[in-house]
């Protein structure tokens, strides 16, 4: 029997990272979001699809009062705002709406959570979550994965929460904020990407792993290195071009046919073939 949607994007399962840090997992095993806790509050980092009382279940492993952070305003990362009276995120989120609030752009009825019109907190670069004895730092992200990504830094516990500008598997650099008035240009994008990188490794001796929301966690800080250098291999015309994406959920989308997977050893990300080409060499 076919699960439903509901079951694919609102069944959650978390274990413990360490005693006050948990991942809560879903959508078949290949999301993750992040739950925080201090003496005083939890943070809980993204809040998915909006379906399947996340609420309920991330009150049921901390007692704190909870408040809620995106990493970035995409469909699978905060589509459930509406479960919580407000949210702090990244002014860019203006930018990537449409890939949440269009019609239709999530498979759920936002309107009916208790929250619709929660209250937007916007953060940035400097801004700290104070928890009680345990401090997030809010680091700004240049456009690339997207334009509302932030990177949450927890020096100690030593994690770095990375959201989709960073995974094990592959980042997707095409324009995704369903916003024809965002702007999109490759070269712009690939310099952001490295630059993110270039940030992270300046930061490295801040934290031990990365920790992204798909694909596994947490991964070595050896794929910054490997990021950096997809970026420059694009540029020099030495990386690996491939057509096939061998991505179930991506292979779905409509405009999956004009993307290709771009690879430099253990790093990937996915982008549109005639874009890449565009600065492929040069």
């Known amino acids: 029997m076919e699960p439903t949607l509901e079951q694919i994007f609102g069944t959650y399962m978390s274990w413990k990272i360490d005693d006050t840090t948990w991942v809560i997992n879903f959508m078949n095993g290949t999301e993750n979001m992040y739950l925080l806790e201090g003496e005083e509050k939890a943070l809980l980092l993204d809040t998915g699809y909006g379906v399947g009382n996340l609420r309920e279940y991330v009150e049921r492993l901390t007692e704190k009062p909870v408040i809620v952070a995106n990493t970035h305003y995409h469909p699978d990362h905060s589509a459930g705002n ?112 490295k630059e993110n990188f270039l940030r992270l490794k300046e930061l490295s001796d801040s934290f031990d792993y990365l920790l992204p929301n798909h694909n596994g966690y947490p991964i070595a800080k050896s794929y910054i290195d490997e990021y950096i250098n997809l970026v420059d291999s694009i540029f020099a015309g030495t990386a690996v071009i491939e057509d096939k994406l061998n991505h179930p959920y991506v292979e779905m989308d409509p405009g999956a046919e004009k993307l290709c997977r771009v690879r430099y050893k253990n790093a990937s990300i996915f982008i549109e073939k005639e874009q890449v080409m565009k600065v492929y060499g040069k």
């Open 82 to 193: 509406g479960e919580f009276e407000q949210v702090y995120l990244s002014r860019g989120a203006s930018l990537d709406a449409p890939s949440v609030e269009t019609p239709g752009a999530v498979p759920f009825d936002l309107a009916k959570l208790p929250y619709p019109d929660y209250k937007k907190i916007y953060i940035q670069e400097g801004d700290l979550l104070e928890l009680g004895n345990r401090t997030i730092e809010v680091l700004d992200v240049k456009p690339a994965h997207c334009n509302s990504s932030l990177f949450y830094l927890d020096r100690g516990h030593r994690m770095l929460f990375c959201g989709d500008e960073l995974e094990a598997a592959q980042v997707m650099l095409f324009d995704n904020s369903k916003n024809p008035d965002a702007p999109y240009d490759v070269k712009i994008r690939l310099d952001h990407f």
